[in-house]
């Protein structure tokens, strides 16, 4: 037995009721499927991020490396990792989205390591490009082994066990005595700096005049050589000490022996009499040494504060004016200031002179 029902908002009859309702609920659900597969289809699609998706496995990342780092090509960013996940042979597999835009010429042949972004020292995954190879295409799947980890963090790791293992008590000795040596030369560097910059200070001269004067210089060099070498060759050939009475070469004894007597003479008669001579006559020798040497110190306070050379010729130069020539020979043409004595400045009127008792008259 049927049940029929009736819609009070649909017109005619049960039959026709039950078909509409019918039809409408498959619509309902066929858009519904439809609707499912377009999202389960397009969404990916739409939320996918720009650029060029690739995959990487690589059996480690460098610290400060996660999702949100950037990936750098020649210094510049290129994109960015947006998934990490470990897989189940213990390596780390990378998600990478780069702009298509910057890695034109990059091939699937590129190289990885990680290493510092900017002076902060943020993380970034660095890619090295190759000269072969094929173009990238999103989906790509890549193995690599990463050619280093230049991170901040392991460089300080790295330079921490270093100086751990290598900055013992002997070395930290040995460093301070070289510090404490390189103070010492320090004078002698200064000295080097100060001659040169004397010298760059005063060198007005261009290269090519002094390159020229150089070669004027070189010029000269072969002929003193060769002059230099002819002395030598005449002192070696000398017949009286490097020939023999045969003429062959060879040390002539009875010139040597000669000369070794002469020598010998020389030094016990002449300068050994001489000093014998002296030695009784000390006596004598002492005022007149005692005087060279009064005149001697002298120049010292004539060059420090005295007279200088330029006075000394100024007074040889009014001597010499002195004298003039006359018919009558040389005559001394003599000027006497007579105003610096007491006695004519007084009756000049030029000043008060002293009086015996002391006073002013």
């Known amino acids: 037995m049927s049940i029929s029902s009736s819609q009070d908002f649909i017109r005619g009859s049960a039959e026709h009721q039950s078909r509409l309702l019918t039809g409408t609920g498959m619509g309902v659900v066929a858009l519904a499927c439809a609707v499912l597969v377009g999202a389960a289809t397009l969404y990916p699609r739409l939320t996918a991020p720009d650029g060029v998706e690739l995959g990487i496995e690589v059996p480690f990342v460098g610290p400060g490396v996660a999702?949100?780092?950037?990936?750098?090509?020649?210094?510049?960013?290129?994109?960015?990792?947006?998934?990490?996940?470990?897989?189940?042979?213990?390596?780390?597999?990378?998600?990478?989205?780069?702009?298509?835009?910057?890695?034109?010429?990059?091939?699937?042949?590129?190289?990885?390591?990680?290493?510092?972004?900017?002076?902060?020292?943020?993380?970034?995954?660095?890619?090295?490009?190759?000269?072969?190879?094929?173009?990238?295409?999103?989906?790509?799947?890549?193995?690599?082994?990463?050619?280093?980890?230049?991170?901040?963090?392991?460089?300080?790791?790295?330079?921490?066990?270093?100086?751990?293992?290598?900055?013992?008590?002997?070395?930290?000795?040995?460093?301070?005595?070289?510090?404490?040596?390189?103070?010492?030369a320090t004078p002698w560097v200064e000295t080097g700096v100060l001659v040169a910059d004397r010298v760059a200070r005063t060198q007005h001269e261009l290269p090519t005049d002094l390159l020229a004067r150089f070669n004027d210089i070189l010029e000269a060099a072969p002929e003193f050589s060769d002059q230099a070498i002819a002395a030598l060759m005449n002192i070696y050939d000398s017949p009286s000490y490097n020939r023999l009475p045969d003429g062959s070469v060879g040390v002539d004894d009875d010139v040597l022996d000669e000369s070794d007597a002469g020598l010998a003479l020389a030094g016990n008669q002449l300068f050994g009499q001489a000093g014998k001579l002296l030695a009784s006559h000390d006596d004598e020798l002492t005022p007149l040494i005692a005087s060279i040497t009064a005149v001697s110190d002298v120049f010292p306070h004539l060059s420090s504060g005295g007279m200088s050379p330029e006075s000394a010729r100024d007074v040889v130069r009014r001597l010499n004016s002195a004298f003039v020539d006359t018919p009558d020979g040389k005559r001394l043409r003599l000027r006497i200031v007579l105003d610096a004595f007491p006695s004519v400045a007084a009756a000049l009127g030029l000043g008060p002179t002293a009086a015996p008792d002391g006073g002013v008259r």
């Open 67 to 184: 999702p949100g780092t950037n990936v750098v090509l020649h210094g510049q960013t290129v994109g960015r990792v947006t998934e990490l996940d470990r897989t189940a042979s213990d390596t780390v597999r990378m998600q990478l989205v780069l702009d298509e835009g910057q890695i034109e010429g990059l091939t699937d042949e590129f190289e990885v390591d990680y290493r510092p972004e900017n002076y902060f020292g943020t993380s970034a995954v660095n890619l090295v490009a190759a000269a072969s190879g094929n173009k990238l295409e999103s989906g790509m799947e890549l193995q690599r082994t990463p050619l280093g980890d230049y991170t901040m963090s392991t460089m300080i790791e790295q330079g921490s066990s270093t100086i751990d293992g290598t900055l013992t008590g002997d070395i930290i000795s040995s460093l301070d005595k070289s510090v404490h040596y390189l103070d010492g």
